[in-house]
């Protein structure tokens, strides 16, 4: 069973749409990480946020907020007035412990479309 | 500054060919990775080191090696080319145990033929 899932394998929106990237992930840990990793068309992998097991608030950075819910296990990415810059694909991923270290499980991620 | 380099940026071998990534980081982290990416998928994570002297598989460590010798370095093996080995590798480091956010090398394209 796929530990992160990233259901939308593509999106595309018309630039200044608001647009949200869904992740739903499954743990049996009680600590956990959650992170989103942006990998814009030159190839290179971008880190965007890191969010523990026990801090739900929500975050706002700029056009970027993540909303947090262990209720439902899903940790979802939205962008507010999307700009053709944007235009990348986007990973979750769960860091969860194995053998006394943690290890990184990815989503297979979402690439997002912005047309002019 | 340079952060996580990798060497080389591309790369084509030959079926049962073995080479050597090679991966540095000047950040002085404790934690290395080995990722390879496959189309339509994630990461996933080859091998991994907390620090120089361990070194401990991940999700897909057949057919790779890898030592740390050094806090610096974390050098990638592949012992016998095999096609199924034609993938992206990208190399990443970070503070802690691998609950931290990872800074990554810029990629190798790596085509086994």
Request: hydrophobic fraction near 30%; charge should be negative; charged fraction near 15%.
């Amino acid at each position: 069973a796929q530990k992160v899932t990233q259901a939308q394998t593509e999106i595309s929106v018309v630039e200044k749409e608001d647009v949200t990237l869904d992740c739903v992930y499954e743990t049996r840990d009680t600590t956990y990480y959650l992170f989103w990793y942006k990998q814009p068309p030159s190839g290179e992998l971008v880190f965007l946020i890191r969010r523990n097991s026990f801090d739900e608030q929500n975050e706002i950075s700029g056009r970027y907020s993540w909303n947090f819910q262990k209720s439902t296990s899903s940790f979802n990415f939205t962008i507010t007035a999307s700009q053709v810059v944007d235009s990348a694909v986007y990973f979750c991923a769960l860091s969860e412990l194995m053998d006394s270290n943690y290890q990184l499980i990815w989503g297979a991620g979402t690439k997002l479309i912005i047309k002019p | 500054n340079a952060g996580v380099t990798q060497t080389p940026k591309f790369q084509v071998l030959k079926t049962g060919q073995s080479m050597t990534l090679q991966c540095a980081q000047d950040m002085n982290h404790e934690y290395m990775s080995w990722y390879r990416q496959d189309p339509g998928m994630g990461l996933r994570l080859i091998h991994y080191s907390v620090g120089a002297g361990i070194t401990d598989q991940g999700e897909v460590p057949n057919g790779y090696n890898v030592s740390r010798s050094t806090t610096e370095d974390f050098p990638l093996r592949l012992l016998s080319a095999a096609p199924s080995q034609t993938s992206v590798y990208f190399c990443a480091s970070s503070y802690g145990r691998g609950n931290q956010p990872q800074h990554f090398g810029d990629g190798t394209r790596l085509s086994i033929l």
